[in-house]
Each structure stands twice: as structure tokens, then as C-alpha cells.
Nanobody, 113 residues
């Protein structure tokens, strides 16, 4: 049974930093990533990482966010720096193994101006 435990969300002022963590259990996941969804908006990919070492970022976060993973702990991290009010959203961890796709419960990130 796959379980995802997210942590690290919160409220910060613009320019601040937060670090999100997502610990996955139950399997090894080739794809580990973060999505976000703001009120009234569609869920969008923020950053992703594959077990082969490739990473991908949304244009809006390039240069500010960094995704990393610890395969020994089956954990993916999202370091968010220089946060902006438009980064405010619920952030969801997403992991994939083969055709299986799993989502975390979401963690709120709020950035005030």
C-alpha cells in the first residue's frame, strides 16, 4: 500500500523560503514531482524529478525552486526561495511507478506581500 506524507507548508512573506518534503512508502517511484493548485485555477506541474536524474521546472519557478530527491529514503523535496504572492497554492506531491499514479494530501503554501 502506497502512502505519501507531505510536510513543510506554511505562511511566509514575499521573498521568503520554504522547503516541502514528501516521503513515499510502498514502492520505488521513477517519477517524483510537485504540482500546485491555486483557487479557481487548474492544477499545474511545478517541478519533477526522475530516477535517471532528469529534472523539469515550470517557467514561473525556474531559478527560484529546486527539486531534489533522496532515493534511499524515497523522499522528494522542493526548496522554494524568493517566494512570490502568486506562488500561493496548495502543493501536491505526485509519484509514479509504471502505470500507477499517486497523490499526496496537499499542503498549503501562502505568500503574503
Amino acid at each position: 500500500q502506497v502512502q505519501l506524507v507531505e510536510s513543510g507548508g506554511g505562511s511566509v512573506q514575499a521573498g521568503g523560503s520554504l522547503r516541502l518534503s514528501c516521503a513515499a512508502s510502498g514502492s520505488f517511484f521513477n517519477f517524483m514531482g510537485w504540482y500546485r493548485q491555486a483557487p479557481g485555477e487548474q492544477r499545474e506541474l511545478v517541478a519533477s524529478s526522475t530516477s535517471a536524474g532528469s529534472t523539469n521546472y515550470a517557467d514561473s519557478v525556474k531559478g527560484r525552486f529546486t527539486i531534489s530527491r533522496d532515493n534511499t529514503k524515497n523522499t522528494v523535496y522542493l526548496q522554494m526561495n524568493s517566494l512570490k504572492p502568486e506562488d500561493t497554492a496548495i502543493y501536491y506531491c505526485n509519484v509514479r511507478s509504471g502505470f500507477m499514479n499517486y497523490w499526496g494530501q496537499g499542503t498549503q503554501v501562502t505568500v503574503s506581500s
